[in-house]
């Protein structure tokens, strides 16, 4: 019972995490010249460096309620997974456990890329960065759901 609160409060956090790395990485990579009205430089209204702190107690967050969860799904979810034969779903997930781990690793230098007073000559680090997470965050989010969704919820 209370693995499946903390699934359900990871998930939400993650849709959280989702929503601010990929609003900041659409308005990074949005050209400053966009049309104006337009769907993308809408994301431009605010400003990207908005985002990173967030951004960064969320990922953690979801990372602290994703490995307090694991315990359970290592337990649990994964010798039935392994007997069912979901072992392309499970390799898939292991990515995603090293991406996450990776991401971790890299949240200091995105904290100081995105530190404010923006530096300008760290304009290309930020934009980079923030792709890198925004991979891992949606790698993250859909292996999850899949993973989940093999056995259904609870």
């Known amino acids: ?8 409060i990871h998930g939400l956090i993650a849709v959280a995490v989702l929503g601010a790395i990929t609003h900041q990485t659409l308005a990074t990579w949005t ?26 107690v ?11 969860v694991y315990l359970d799904f290592r337990v649990d979810v994964r010798p039935q997974l392994e007997r069912d034969g979901h072992f392309e779903a499970l ?4 990515l995603k ?13 995105y904290w100081v890329a995105w530190r404010r007073p923006l530096a300008e000559d760290l304009r290309g680090w930020r934009a980079g960065l923030t792709v890198i997470f925004a991979f891992i965050v949606w790698w993250s ?12 919820f609870g």
């Open 1 to 8: 019972m209370t693995a499946t609160v903390l699934v359900i």
């Open 31 to 56: 050209p400053v010249r966009a049309k104006r009205g337009s769907f993308f430089s809408r994301f431009r209204s605010v400003p990207p460096a908005s985002f990173a702190n967030a951004f960064i």
């Open 58 to 68: 969320l990922y953690l967050v979801a990372a602290l309620l994703g490995a307090i």
């Open 91 to 94: 390799g898939l997930f292991d």
């Open 97 to 109: 456990e090293h991406f996450s781990s990776i991401g971790l690793g890299l949240i200091p230098a």
């Open 141 to 152: 989010y859909l292996i999850g759901h899949v993973l989940n969704n093999i056995l259904g």
